[in-house]
């Protein structure tokens, strides 16, 4: 049971088009050597046991990444902007962190992740968990027009990055179904 609501917020530093919320590498290598393990939800998260992976429209970029964890289920309204939204269970055996694949068991200190995210750690448990992504059809226009910035240009800012997700986790002792609340879909 979560006793103190918690809100972390930052940045994480995206590798391979993606950033990760796991307990760990051993968990990793198991979901990438049993992918029939790994359950996708709303064209852009993948789900497995202690292992929650969500796709971005940038390979090499940062995104802004806001956590919030708490003791049930938030109510917040969705804003008009978001592009994707979906809510699922999801059980982390071993305390979670949230980063990208460089992170995966690296020590606070060496995570390419800054702001509160860098210490943020899920306690181990079973959880709903609700991801929303915004930006991400913008983050794919300027890949393609080649307006990729460098890193170390980005503004440190996360809510003032291209692409940002906000996710919500609560613990959840039994099983739901998974609801998409809002399929994202490439631009046509």
């Not at 049993?34 to 796709?55: H, K, L, M, N, W």
């Not at 269970?89 to 390419?112: K, W």
């Amino acid at each position: 049971m979560i006793h103190t609501p918690v809100t972390a917020r930052g940045r994480v530093k995206v590798t391979y088009g993606q950033f990760l919320i796991t307990d760990g590498d051993s968990v990793l290598d198991d979901q990438l050597n049993d992918p029939a393990s790994i359950r996708s939800v709303a064209g852009f998260i993948q789900v497995a046991t202690g292992f929650v992976r969500v796709s971005v429209n940038t390979d090499t970029r940062f995104v802004g990444v806001t956590v919030h964890i708490r003791d049930g289920a938030d109510d917040t309204d969705v804003t008009d902007d978001c592009e994707g939204e979906a809510e699922f269970d999801v059980e982390f055996p071993r305390p979670a962190t949230v980063g990208g694949l460089d992170d995966i068991d690296a020590p606070p200190d060496r995570r390419l992740v800054d702001g509160d995210l860098r210490s943020l750690s899920i306690p181990p448990g079973r959880y709903r968990m609700r991801v929303t992504g915004t930006g991400m059809n913008a983050a794919l226009a300027e890949r393609d027009r080649g307006e990729i910035a460098n890193p170390q240009d980005q503004p440190t800012d996360p809510d003032l990055l291209t692409e940002r997700f906000t996710i919500w986790v609560w613990p959840n002792e039994t099983s739901a179904a998974t609801v998409v609340h809002r399929q994202y879909k490439l631009p046509a």
